[in-house]
């Protein structure tokens, strides 16, 4: 027999303004099952629980309900301080009679009437909870960074500094990512490589650190504090240990005409290379495709010259499967390509910007690389067509963000600061050159940020247009742009030597795929998910997977390290413990019932639904039936719902209770 | 402020089935802003729409309900990933079902009301409110649950006609 204790709450004088809070209580001491009610001005207050505690231990009180405000506010609160007598917490529940009745009714006869029915509701409901024990999972204390760009190696570097075991997985053949490919940075004018290469050696030389680079994630099992992740490493047809990293190979390839990514294909590299001189690691990779010896079977220059014979035409990918307890994803972002129009996207191209055809119309990326001292003109500014220095050059902003005709609405953030930082470059680099930008707003909030955008046109000399650009083409050796000034309101027109496009920050091609592996959630641009804007920013829905970098949405550098930073913090407070313990809200499965369909399998989203072999006493295989891993359960119930024979039951949600409250109505 | 409340002759009672995530919080949203909507709703709180077994429905019909809400996450919003979407496929063959045998549809609202839409989950609450009062009580689910309860089977003349044909 129950004994229920029922403890109505005014809220000062929220609750007990519109409801009749000792009505309420007198009630509520008559529905069968309830020991004791009462009634008093804050319950969630400190001699508000003491009364709850006090009368659980005087009247024995088997269950409790509190009616007070949402169990989304204290619910936590209340179950806590009946475990403190020695309640199961799960044996209690709230009663949402503020939110959803005193805050949203007028008439105190209506609001009194339906917050005796929500107690009764939740008294019948109560009746029926079970204890249920909490869920301890193991830490495995080792973390997964999936990106070795500046958020991945920052979050790698945060990590492994505190002592736990990381494991850093690049695409490419050398970490760095976006930044390594970087000139200078905003808004100090630093070098890029000079502050991110000591980053990258220091990852490469960490003692806590295993670093996969050209590899990439083929799947994920598991759960928070137990993931298996598998790792494909991709083959190098270089052997890692033996390579010295002297390049010869490199310098003997007689392949050397494959435009080289790394500097936008305003370069070359041979078949076999390394991304950029100042790889981590510095073992180089051959390019299959491009490769004679791949192509035709002769050819194996490398291999002759090779001195330790690190070469390894018959390399295989390998999979490695890592357990780890924390995911980071750093996975970071692309820019938009104006050439490309990808079929079934909502993505238009850039027909009026001649939809990449004109040579010397550049993205932001590339004019880093003209810029960068290790670039392929070694940092001085040659337009791609002619190799000539451009005496006037057109910056456009805001190229596909910001513009939902084109298909992407949102700002892309980095923008306006890098190209403020570009006509600085420019005007350091070609003195007697004119920068001209077609904006359509600054949007420079950060610390120095609009300092150094004032500087852009202040002593820098940049002219900043705001009006946005209606088409480019080619006239002779000039790129004609048309546009408008809509500050003064005319049309303007510039033959320009340079085009420079800020186009928009996307997130990684394969986004959504990778995405799906980790059961993480993404946006329709595919960026991925935090758990909350605000409140949650680093960490997503699914426990244990945490954001860095513009993988989440665009950002600058000191906002991605930051983050990767924070997601590190996360990470090293779920390794603070040695076991995790988790809400016992979880689905199991009554195996007497079970027949073994699996109709839970194919709907459950977190893959917690396993096969378990019933057998009898002399092992003969009696039936199959599910078993649903509580430790990847996440408690939807979906299972339960969909189960044709009722035998998977969502602890804290059975049937029987919740058509206890239906009947109580 | 005070105006004087219409008093009508029938009182619907709506059951609203919603998810702790989205649509809780969204009528939680609604009380801290204050908002009004009419006090003939009960709610259940559900961890996702996806746990919603149809038979609550009939359960719920069974004890008097006059309509029923089932409200969640939008479509690409579920904190459980996808188990709006198993929802929503469970409803619409469900509704096909009930419109068989004979409920109207009128009664049964299924929408999506995210933590942010306090103002939806009023206008969805007032509306099916309104709409139900307009409809009468929902009776004959009640009817044969009591008669069920009764007799201990069904015992209407035409079934008494059917059985016999067997």
């Not at chain 1, 700002?411 to 070609?430: E, F, G, N, Q």
């Not at chain 2, 919603?18 to 961890?47: E, H, I």
Request: proline fraction near 5%; include cysteine; glycine fraction near 8%.
């Amino acid at each position: 027999m129950s004994r229920i204790g029922v403890f109505i709450c005014h809220c000062g004088e929220n609750i007990s303004r519109t409801v009749d809070v000792e009505l309420v209580a007198s009630t509520a001491s008559q529905f069968p099952g309830v020991a004791f009610a009462t009634d008093y001005k804050y319950m969630c207050s400190d001699p508000g629980q003491s009364l709850i505690k006090k009368a659980v231990s005087e009247h024995r009180l088997t269950h409790v309900v509190v009616a007070a405000c949402s169990p989304r506010m204290h619910e936590r609160t209340f179950r806590k301080a009946v475990e403190q007598v020695g309640l199961n917490p799960f044996l209690c529940e709230m009663a949402n009679i503020r939110e959803h009745c005193s805050w949203v009714h007028e008439d105190r006869e209506e609001a009194t009437q339906k917050a005796i029915e929500i107690v009764g509701m939740l008294v019948e409901r109560v009746k029926k909870n079970r204890v249920l024990p909490t869920i301890t999972v193991p830490v495995t204390k080792r973390a997964l960074v999936i990106g070795g760009g500046i958020a991945g190696i920052q979050a790698a570097l945060d990590i492994a500094d505190a002592g736990h075991q990381v494991v850093l997985v690049e695409r490419e053949p050398s970490i760095g990512g976006h930044m390594a490919q970087l000139s200078e940075t905003f808004p100090t004018l630093d070098c890029s490589q000079c502050i991110m290469t000591p980053k990258m050696v220091d990852l490469a030389n960490h003692p806590n650190i295993i670093m996969h680079t050209y590899s990439e994630i083929e799947q994920v099992d598991g759960y928070i504090g137990n993931f298996q992740v598998t790792i494909r490493k991709k083959a190098r047809s270089v052997d890692e240990n033996k390579c010295t990293g002297c390049g010869i190979c490199m310098t003997k390839c007689p392949q050397k005409k494959i435009p080289n990514i790394f500097d936008r294909n305003l370069g070359t590299r041979t078949a076999i290379y390394v991304p950029f001189p100042q790889a981590v690691p510095n073992v180089p990779v051959i390019d299959r495709e491009n490769c004679t010896m791949f192509k035709t079977g002769k050819c194996g220059v490398c291999q002759k010259v090779c001195g330790p014979g690190a070469i390894d035409f018959n390399q295989q990918d390998t999979l490695i499967v890592e357990p780890v307890g924390a995911i980071v994803v750093a996975t970071g972002f692309e820019l938009y390509d104006i050439t490309e129009k990808p079929k079934g996207s909502p993505i238009k191209g850039y027909g009026e910007f001649g939809h990449g055809k004109i040579p010397d119309v550049i993205d932001g990326l590339t004019f880093e690389r003209l810029a960068s001292a290790s670039g392929p003109t070694g940092g001085k500014i040659l337009r791609p067509s002619d190799g000539k220095e451009p005496k006037q050059v057109v910056f456009i902003q805001c190229v596909g963000s910001r513009s939902r005709e084109k298909g992407i609405s949102y700002c892309s953030k980095i923008c306006c600061m890098y190209t403020a930082k570009h006509t600085m470059l420019y005007h350091h680099k070609v003195h007697d050159g004119q920068a001209y930008v077609f904006f359509m707003d600054a949007r420079v909030p950060g610390k120095s940020y609009d300092e150094f955008w004032r500087r852009a046109i202040e002593e820098e000399e940049a002219v900043y247009i705001r009006g946005m650009v209606s088409r480019l083409y080619q006239k002779g050796d000039k790129i004609v742009v048309m546009g408008s000034d809509i500050s003064v309101g005319v049309q303007v027109e510039i033959e320009a030597d340079l085009v420079v496009l800020a186009t928009a920050v996307q997130p990684r091609k394969g986004a959504d795929a990778l995405a799906q592996k980790l059961g993480i959630s993404y946006d329709k641009y595919h960026f991925y998910s935090e758990a909350h804007a605000k409140l949650k920013p680093v960490e997503c829905a699914t426990a244990g997977i945490y954001l860095a970098g513009a993988c989440q949405g665009p950002k600058d550098i000191p906002d991605t390290v930051s983050q990767a930073s924070a997601a590190a913090a996360k990470v090293m407070t779920l390794f603070s413990k040695d076991k995790l313990e988790r809400e016992p809200i979880v689905a199991r499965v009554k195996e007497n019932n079970c027949v073994g369909c699996f109709a839970c399998r194919k709907v459950c989203a977190y893959g917690a639904v396993e096969e378990k072999e019933i057998r009898d006493r002399q092992g003969n295989l009696i039936k199959m039936v599910a078993y649903v891993n509580p430790g990847v359960c996440a408690g939807c119930g979906t299972c339960q719902a969909t189960c044709p024979s009722k035998s998977v039951e969502l602890d804290g949600y059975t049937d029987e209770q919740i058509v206890a409250m239906i009947e109580a109505l | 402020m005070h105006t004087e409340k219409p008093k009508h002759d029938f009182e619907p009672k709506i059951i609203a089935f919603v998810c702790t995530w989205c649509t809780y919080a969204g009528a939680d949203l609604a009380g801290t802003s204050r908002m009004q909507y009419p006090a003939n709703v009960r709610v259940l709180k559900f961890p996702c729409t996806g746990r919603i077994d149809p038979v609550f429905i009939i359960k719920a019909f069974q004890q008097g309900a006059d309509g029923i809400l089932i409200s969640g996450c939008h479509p690409g919003d579920c904190h459980y990933i996808s188990g709006n979407y198993h929802a929503r496929r469970r409803f619409a063959a469900f509704r096909k079902l009930l419109e068989f045998i004979g409920v109207d549809l009128n009664r049964i609202q299924f929408s999506w009301v995210s933590a942010a839409e306090g103002g939806k989950w009023v206008d969805v609450v007032t509306d099916l409110t309104e709409r139900v009062r307009t409809m009468g009580p929902m009776v004959e689910f009640k009817d044969l649950a009591l008669e069920e309860q009764w007799s201990g089977g069904l015992n209407s003349p035409d079934l008494q006609e059917i059985y016999e044909a067997m």
